[in-house]
């Protein structure tokens, strides 16, 4: 440890993937998405992966709830929220713990969509909240925020990924984003189960793809990108 610096967490990972399984779309994505994993031996290197199901619409924050209660009881120092229609880069498995290795007490968004201040000029940017595709936590913090939304968010409120940003601007958390972003959003392929319609896809701006995130160096954080909205207009769900 050099000049005050905190020691690297010996990071281990538990991950859930939340599935709208009445979706056709949605299922054939997670059977991908599981693929992959299995291609780049999560197994040898996490410590677990449940697929939580919602088979009859239930919402996504039904869905989300469960990964996150699930997250809350691993013995993984962190958990791993994957949607059901993302796909995940080269290598994956084994490059997210350097990357959350560098902000191991943070929140970090593994996907971003397009924003005029993420313009590729530094390996991190500084976003106000997440976008769902790919969240990380550390699993105290994951406790925390379960009670938090508990006590200061509406059961109305149908977002899931929403609900970690209100947690993340109301305790003054900066949600941290790599780039490139570890994950990507297949937003042009499979629709929204909300009915969400976007002028533009929502999709990465610069996803790591055939990369190897190993040949990247997390700990350069100079002159972070930060993009910041208010989210005020979810206020109207807050309790206090």
């Known amino acids: ?44 290197n996490w410590l677990n992966l449940t697929v939580i199901k919602d088979d009859v619409g239930r919402g996504p924050w039904w869905t989300a709830k469960k990964c996150w209660e699930e997250g809350s009881v691993s013995n993984a120092t962190h ?33 971003h969509g397009p924003r005029k201040a993420f313009n590729g000029s530094a390996r ?9 595709q790919g969240i990380v936590m550390p699993v105290y913090l994951v406790e925390e925020f379960l009670k938090w939304e508990a006590k200061n968010i509406s059961k109305d409120f149908p977002h899931d990924d929403s609900r970690v940003s209100l947690f993340a601007i109301k305790t003054k958390r900066h949600v941290k984003v790599p780039f490139p972003n570890l ?31 190993e040949d990247f160096d997390w700990s350069n954080k100079k002159n972070q990108m930060k993009s910041v909205n208010s989210f005020t207009q979810y206020n109207k769900y807050l309790l206090k």
């Open 79 to 111: 958990h791993l929220l994957l949607q059901d229609d993302v796909v995940i880069c080269n290598n994956f498995v084994n490059g997210i713990k350097s990357v959350i290795s560098s902000y191991s007490n943070d929140i970090i968004s593994l996907f």
């Open 1 to 44: 440890m050099v000049n005050g610096e905190k020691p690297k967490v010996n990071v281990s990972i538990s991950c859930t993937i939340m599935q709208s399984s009445f979706n056709a779309q949605r299922k054939q994505s997670v059977e991908q998405l599981q693929f992959q994993l299995f291609s780049q031996e999560w197994e040898k």
């Open 124 to 132: 991190w940017g500084l976003s106000e909240g997440v976008w769902g």
């Open 183 to 213: 994950v990507d959003h297949r937003d042009v392929e499979i629709k929204s189960v909300m009915g969400h319609k976007w002028i533009r896809p929502r999709i990465s701006s610069d996803f790591m793809g055939e990369r190897n995130p």
